[in-house]
């Protein structure tokens, strides 16, 4: 069996999709890039990065989300033209960008994977790292997971991250063919 050239992790902030990442990175025999839209917003000034960790308005002239969203979606066929296998992760919530990144991705290998976790556990999770927006995971939690198919989930609730990190490389490896993608896809394009 080949490994697809994207895995794709979705689910809402603190459901611990990082932390599987970077341990699957390394199980698998294949180097994969952790990209995921930190890698842009981590280049926006920095205090309109910290602006943004605590959830409060930035004023910059210039500062538009769509197109830091947009950006993200197009360095993946880039990336992967070079040659590079991804894994990335983020919670993808509105229709468009969830149909935007699959576009982007049309034609390459996906595994779409579906990071669950209990809402009071990613809350309890937001409230304890202190560096993100309190309040996003009651805001991604009901929309994050909405018109997916999933070809794999996980529920990151009471397994630490290297745990699933095993249970999920086994699950790749055993995965016949990969269709949440392309099912996905086929399906925003006829409801959005
Ligand atoms: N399986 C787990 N069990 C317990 N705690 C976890 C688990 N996974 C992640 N965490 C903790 O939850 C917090 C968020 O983890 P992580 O960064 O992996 O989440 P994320 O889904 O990538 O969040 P974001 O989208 O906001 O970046 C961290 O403090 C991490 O230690």
Same mark, same amino acid.
């Given at each position: 069996m080949s490994l697809p050239q994207v895995i794709i992790l979705n689910g809402t $902030? $603190? $459901? @611990?999709k990082t932390s599987i990442a970077k341990a699957l990175q390394e199980l698998l025999p294949q180097q994969y890039l952790n990209f995921s839209i930190d890698s842009i917003l981590y280049a926006l000034p920095d205090s309109d990065l910290q602006l943004m960790k605590q959830g409060q308005t930035i004023s910059r002239a210039g500062y538009d989300w769509p197109s830091l969203v947009r950006g993200y979606h197009y360095c993946l066929p880039a990336l992967l033209q070079a040659g590079c296998h991804l894994l990335i992760d983020n919670a993808w919530c509105e229709r468009h960008e969830k149909r935007e990144l699959l576009t982007e991705l049309a034609g390459y290998s996906v595994a779409l994977i579906g990071v669950q976790c209990d809402l009071e556990i990613a809350q309890a999770r937001e409230q304890a790292r202190g560096d993100r927006a309190i309040g996003l995971v009651a805001w991604q939690a009901p929309i994050v997971h909405q018109d997916m198919t999933y070809d794999i989930e996980v529920n990151t609730? @009471?397994?630490?991250p290297q745990a699933l990190a095993n249970k999920l490389y086994e699950q790749i490896l055993s995965q016949? $063919?990969?269709?949440g993608a392309i099912e996905t896809l086929e399906h925003l394009n006829i409801y959005s």
């Open positions: $902030s $603190s $459901s @611990g609730a @009471g397994i630490k016949p $063919s990969w269709r």
